[in-house]
Antibody, heavy 119, light 107 residues
Framework: QVQLQESGPGLVKPSETLSLTCTVS????????FNWMRQAPGKALEYIGY???????YYNPSLKTRVTMAADMSKNQFSLKMNSVTAADTAIYYC?????????????WGQGTRVTVSS | DIQMTHSPSSLSASVGDTVTITCRAS??????LNWYQHKPGKAPKVLIY???SLESGVPSRFSGTGSGTDFTLTISSLQPEDSATYFC?????????FGQGTKLEIK
């Protein structure tokens, strides 16, 4: 059974960089797209972007200047970095897998990790 | 970005009831609409993809219909474990967008 688990600091200071990792177990990351989403309190999920196992990526234009994603096949992990964070980046961050870049659903998700941006 | 709107935002129903949740897109997403179930502290789970295809392992009392801008998720013969938030996602146009969800309470 494929499982995804997000990890990273729960507290990040304003203007610093948020760094999260998603570890995939029960299956390889080869051939799949890995997506990041976030949900701020009281709001709908926001799509951040995806990274393909080979490294190609798409970022939401609203976040594109601050986001970098990467995949590490040797560790079966992928990562999200978001710089210059503000309180508006406080949210639960989720990773999820899809089989295609376009039109595909998210078939496995992590439980989410809460990130608070505060000094 | 395509806006996704749910109705109702919450509802309460009894075991054995049938409920219908609606998701409306601000423009056509054709059939690129997925439904998820999310329980607090758990990983969201896909129920329906491509508007009407049942994900493997999901009970057949979950069903989805619709195309274009209007979609419905129907849950028949409600069970206590169906208490959750249900949300839709369009994957027709990037950035993919989600509805805020419908919170279902089982009385």
């Amino acid at each position: 059974q494929v499982q995804l688990q997000e990890s990273g600091p729960g507290l990040v200071k304003p203007s610093e960089t948020l760094s999260l990792t998603c570890t995939v177990s029960g299956g390889s990351i080869r051939g799949y797209y890995f997506n990041w989403m976030r949900q701020a309190p009281g709001k709908a999920l926001e799509y951040i972007g995806y990274i393909y196992y080979s490294g190609s990526s798409y970022y939401n234009p609203s976040l594109k200047t601050r986001v970098t994603m990467a995949a590490d096949m040797s560790k079966n992990q992928f990562s999200l970095k978001m710089n210059s964070v503000t309180a508006a980046d406080t949210a639960i961050y989720y990773c999820a897998r899809s089989e295609a870049a376009a039109g595909a659903h998210l078939d496995y998700w992590g439980q989410g990790t809460r990130v608070t941006v505060s000094s | 970005d395509i806006q996704m709107t749910h109705s109702p935002s919450s509802l309460s129903a009894s075991v054995g009831d049938t409920v219908t949740i609606t998701c409306r897109a601000s423009q056509s997403v054709f059939g690129y609409l997925n439904w998820y179930q999310h329980k607090p502290g758990k990983a969201p789970k896909v129920l329906i993809y491509a508007a009407s295809s049942l994900e493997s392992g999901v009970p057949s009392r979950f069903s989805g219909t619709g195309s274009g801008t209007d979609f419905t998720l129907t849950i028949s013969s409600l069970q206590p474990e169906d208490s959750a938030t249900y949300f839709c996602q369009q994957t027709y146009s990037t950035p993919y967008t989600f509805g805020q969800g419908t919170k279902l309470e089982i009385k």
